[in-house]
């Protein structure tokens, strides 16, 4: 099993930043995929942003585009999500998880199950 554990929210106001990172521990197999998520008390779960290591390859939601970047450390095995010009519209419990859907594909674990706490990220006007 996989157990994801994120880390780096926090409170910042409008316009500022924050990293989130994301430790995936356990059986992650031969995944290659990383994905982070949001989910707020308004909105279902969303897809925000994620990366296909082997390949370089980064995808983003039209939402995140040009503020939030999605990198892979290889040797700690971390993912993180930088995030810049926050809005109060992110404001969000962010999730990651080894695999994500865009456009109509799946890449990596796209069933996966045992979400972590995820990591609370409030930016106040």
């Known amino acids: 099993q996989v157990h994801m554990v994120e880390s780096g929210g926090g409170l910042v106001q409008a316009g500022g930043s924050l990293r989130l990172s994301c430790a995936a521990s356990g059986r992650t197999g031969s995944s290659d995929a990383m994905g982070w998520f949001r989910q707020s008390p308004k909105k279902d779960r969303e897809f925000v942003a994620g990366i296909r290591w082997n390949i370089l390859t980064t995808y983003y939601a039209d939402f995140v585009k040009g503020r939030f970047w999605i990198s892979r450390d290889n040797a700690k095995n971390t993912v993180y999500l930088q995030m810049n010009n926050l809005e109060p519209e992110d404001t969000a419990r962010y999730y990651c998880?080894?695999?994500?859907?865009?456009?109509?594909?799946?890449?990596?674990?796209?069933?996966?199950?045992?979400w972590g706490q995820g990591t609370q990220v409030t930016v106040s006007s």
């Open positions: 998880a080894p695999g994500f859907r865009y456009s109509g594909r799946n890449y990596g674990d796209t069933d996966f199950g045992s």
